[in-house]
Structure formats: structure tokens, C-alpha cells
T-cell receptor
Framework: GESVGLHLPTLSVQEGDNSIINCAYS??????FIWYKQESGKGPQFIID?????DKRQGQRVTVLLNKTVKHLSLQIAATQPGDSAVYFC???????????FGAGTTVTVRA | ETGVTQSPTHLIKTRGQQVTLRCSSQ?????VSWYQQALGQGPQFIFQ???????GRGNFPPRFSGLQFPNYSSELNVNALELDDSALYLC?????????????FGPGTRLTVT
């Protein structure tokens, strides 16, 4: 599968392969993290979330991994499909805070 | 679809004018947050409303203001529009109280300031 060791703004992946999108966060006080998918002309769509007391959470075809030691978050998409082409954002929330802080986003393009 | 609706879809305004954007939250949600998304960037938090009061604010000037109504719908008002205000404005609703977790976004209003 395709993976990104560091955060890169774009990721091209072959249909059917697994893809990994990485995100580094800055606030060690963040206690909640979310991945969103945003298609062109639409608002961000909730994919999966994870709290800081967990290091892994699985959904349908997606897995989020959290490494608090290095402040790193990743989203794994299994068997990537053309409909997965979009911009993916990670967002974090600090404990006691009310706002989400978004990362720069990764544009995923699925090749047929 | 999240059930969060926004109006209008698109809007073109002239520098110096005022604009009002509207958001209806998802059924059962009592908290609305507003975000500004410039082209090619992630959303930036403007403010959040809970129980009809501003609950927190990002780094935006006072000419950005809002309201929340008893039915939990919300408005974002921007006075003295500037060219840099051109962006996608998103609202997100959630069901938590002071500390919101899952936030569900509407489709956004595309504002162009000329």
C-alpha cells in the first residue's frame, strides 16, 4: 500500500491498495482527535475519532492510530476506492477547549 | 448527509458591505460552531454558540459576530467586508455542552468579496 512517512500535501494511491495519511499535532494538551474527509464543493465529513486515552480505533475500512509520544496521528484506509478521492484533514481539540484546530490537509487521488 | 443546512449556498458582496449567513443545526444538537476556510487551507475556528451565548472565540476581529436562536439555529454576521473575507464559511453542530466533541459540518456558504 501507499504510505506517507511525513505529512505531504498530496497522496496518489492505486485503487485497491491500502493508504496511510499522516498528521503531526502540536498541542500536548490535546485530548481528542478527528479525521474529516472533504470532497470538492462540500463541507468536511466526519470519518472517525479517537480520544487520547486510546492508541487505536477501527471503523469501516478505516483505522486511526495515535502516538502521543511523538504527537502523531495516522489514518489508514483499506482497499482504497475511487470514492475515497478527497482532501483529508486531521483536527485536534485541547482538554477543556471548545474549538477544533485543523491540520493542513492531504489531497488523496485514487488511480484506476 | 449530516442534517446541518446552511444558506445561502453562494454569495457575492462588495468590500465594505455587511453579510449574514445562516445555519440550521442537526436535530438534537444544541451547539453551533462557525469556521472560515480559505481556499486550499483547513477550516479556522471563528466562534461557538451554546445556549444562545458565545462560548468561545478564535482569532477573528469583532466585526465577526453571531447569534443563536432558541431552536439552536445560528447566524454569522460580518460587517465592513474585506477582500480577505472571501472564503467558505462552515457551521458545525454538536450535541455536547460546554466541551464539544463530534462536530458535524454543513455544506458551507461560499462568500466572494469584490
Amino acid at each position: 500500500g501507499e504510505s506517507v512517512g511525513l505529512h505531504l500535501p498530496t497522496l496518489s494511491v492505486q485503487e485497491g491498495d491500502n493508504s496511510i495519511i499522516n498528521c503531526a499535532y502540536s498541542n500536548s494538551a490535546s485530548d481528542y482527535f478527528i479525521w474529516y474527509k472533504q470532497e470538492s464543493g462540500k463541507g468536511p465529513q466526519f470519518i472517525i475519532d479517537i480520544r487520547s486515552n486510546m492508541d487505536k480505533r477501527q471503523g469501516q475500512r478505516v483505522t486511526v492510530l495515535l502516538n502521543k509520544t511523538v504527537k502523531h496521528l495516522s489514518l489508514q484506509i483499506a482497499a482504497t476506492q475511487p470514492g475515497d478521492s478527497a482532501v483529508y484533514f486531521c483536527a485536534e481539540k485541547a482538554e477543556g477547549d471548545y474549538k477544533l484546530s485543523f491540520g493542513a490537509g492531504t489531497t488523496v487521488t485514487v488511480r484506476a | 448527509e449530516t442534517g446541518v443546512t446552511q444558506s445561502p449556498t453562494h454569495l457575492i458582496k462588495t468590500r465594505g458591505q455587511q453579510v449574514t449567513l445562516r445555519c440550521s443545526s442537526q436535530s438534537g444538537h444544541n451547539t453551533v460552531s462557525w469556521y472560515q476556510q480559505a481556499l486550499g487551507q483547513g477550516p479556522q475556528f471563528i466562534f461557538q454558540y451554546y445556549r444562545e451565548e458565545e462560548n468561545g472565540r478564535g482569532n477573528f476581529p469583532p466585526r465577526f459576530s453571531g447569534l443563536q436562536f432558541p431552536n439552536y439555529s445560528s447566524e454569522l454576521n460580518v460587517n465592513a467586508l474585506e477582500l480577505d473575507d472571501s472564503a467558505l464559511y462552515l457551521c458545525a453542530s454538536s450535541s455536547q455542552g460546554i466541551v464539544s466533541y463530534e462536530q458535524y459540518f454543513g455544506p458551507g456558504t461560499r462568500l466572494t468579496v469584490t
